[in-house]
């Protein structure tokens, strides 16, 4: 397991502890009311009363952790940090429990001797079930009522108290060993499921994105095309889409080898991917062309795009090992003309401009409708 899955690992597992226990908010003030009303039977009221009101506080603390928590949704580097925050609010919360062998045991007392195991035993038990996620915390959890289990037949002398300590001890010791367990078996589905998660996320990167550029591909261009088109059309937005193909790429390849085409095409994509905004969708649709759908665009905003995509390719200097190479693009612009439109008939359109643009004399934008009013007129007079 390498370094960072470990980190998600552990925070998985702290946030597997947070799950369990934020559910305390409901049991754990009842509990607590209902042992303080048992422990009146021989303890004085005040007494039960006192140990109610500070472990009721305690709740309310470690709850408010957790809550921040879970707020906070912080990351792998950040687990250190909140296992320390609730081992201390937890721990206040067991150490609490714990104590009621201060206040509810009465050596000699076979009443309080029998409630105050039980409820430790119980507590064990509890813990077992619901710190296991995380080892550390498990651990620390376990303390305080395992010593608060054996401490009164320890104390008591005999026989009888020792064979009590003895059921204690070995109730402690299988206890710990199930936790672990069940710690083992957790860790190796969080374990799984990190994996499967980025097993997910780069099957994902595969279908959508091109291998070489890191770009989308035709395969995901298409579906979001198809979406955008249709969201389009319902509610009559602007939506713009921009084909570029790189200019004499061939002479490119032919002179310096097919690896260094494959750099200047990484270098173009780069170059557009830092040059359109992010909720355009930049794909490279194969070869040496790309595309860009840009929604809520104007037809003067997408000729203003395309220019500058356009003047960001032409600023490249393609160190190659058999020279420099400064590639071209020629892009051809296309406005969706309304609900008729299919994106087959859209691309289309977009592709007639930048064969325009080729055929005008390379590098530069060719629009398929007329240019903004008013606007270049350069542009006006490079309509295909
Ligand atoms: N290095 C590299 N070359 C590719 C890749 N895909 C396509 N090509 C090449 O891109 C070239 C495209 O050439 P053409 O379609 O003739 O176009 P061009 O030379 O750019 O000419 P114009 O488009 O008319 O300016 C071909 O030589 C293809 O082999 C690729 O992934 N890597």
Known sequence: MDHARNAGVRLSQLGLYVDNHIHDKYLAPLLTVVTAALLTTWVAPWKAALWAAIELVVIAVYIGVYTRFRRAAPGPQDERLWARRIALAHGAHMVSWSSIIVWGWQPGNFNSLMFTMLIHVGLISLTVAMSNPHRRLLLGDLVPPAVALVAPPLLGGGLFYLGLTMLGLLFIALMLLVGLKIHAST???????????????????????????????????????????????????????????IDHFKPINDTHGHLAGDEVLKAVAGVCAQTVRGEDCLARLGG?????????????????????????????R??????????????????????????????????????????????????EQPAPQGGDMEAAARVA
Do not use: W
């Not at 809520?296 to 203003?304: I, Y």
């Open 288 to 316: 040496e062309e790309f595309a860009v759908l840009m929604p809520e665009t104007a037809l003067a905003q997408a000729f203003a795009a395309a220019e500058r995509l356009r003047e960001s390719v032409a600023g490249l």
């Open 187 to 245: 860790t190796e589905a969080l374990v799984l499921r990190e994996r499967n998660a980025e097993l997910i996320r780069e099957l994902e990167r595969q279908v959508t994105r091109d291998p070489l550029t890191g770009l989308f591909n035709r395969r995901h261009f298409i579906a979001a095309a198809q979406a955008e088109l249709q969201r389009a059309a319902r509610y009559r937005h602007p939506l713009a889409l921009l084909m570029l193909d």
């Open 318 to 367: 393609c160190e190659l090992p058999g020279g420099t190479v400064v590639p071209t693009v020629s892009i051809g612009v296309a406005m969706c003309t309304g609900p008729t439109e299919t994106l087959s008939s859209f691309m289309r359109r977009a592709d007639h401009a930048m064969y325009a643009a080729k055929a005008q004399g390379r590098n530069r934008v060719v629009v």
